[in-house]
Nanobody
Framework: QVQLLESGGGTVQSGGSLRLSCVVS????????VGWFRQAPGREREGVAT????????TYADSVKGRFIMFQDASKNTKYLQMNALRPEDTAMYYC?????????????????WGQGTQVTVSS
């Protein structure tokens, strides 16, 4: 079983920045993909950014390209999402997820393991 623990959410003004962290632990031997997803009230969960752990290759949703950066630490056990130039429409619960393969997929339904989420609120 894989455990994912998110942290770093909070409230920030429009144009501000936040950094989210996701610690991945447990039976991760076949979980090469880790992703950040978000879900706003009344909306479907959507992919934000994903990383292929061995190579570090990252895929971004069009809505966050140029503003968000996903990266991992040297141990590859902690994944980060640096969020810059935040907008009110970025307000959502942000989740970390893991998957076995096809790391560039942004469709939430195809990911296997999920954290509890961390709330991000951007005020205008």
């Amino acid at each position: 079983q894989v455990q994912l623990l998110e942290s770093g959410g909070g409230t920030v003004q429009s144009g501000g920045s936040l950094r989210l962290s996701c610690v991945v632990s447990g039976n991760t031997w076949n979980r090469d993909c880790v992703g950040w997803f978000r879900q706003a009230p009344g909306r479907e969960r959507e992919g934000v950014a994903t990383i292929e752990t061995p190579s570090g290759i990252v895929t971004y949703a069009d809505s966050v390209k140029g503003r968000f950066i996903m990266f991992q630490d040297a141990s590859k056990n902690t994944k980060y999402l640096q969020m810059n130039a935040l907008r009110p429409e970025d307000t959502a619960m942000y989740y970390c997820a893991a998957a076995v393969r096809d790391c560039s997929r942004l469709a939430a339904a195809t990911w296997n393991d999920w954290g509890q989420g961390t709330q991000v609120t951007v005020s205008s």
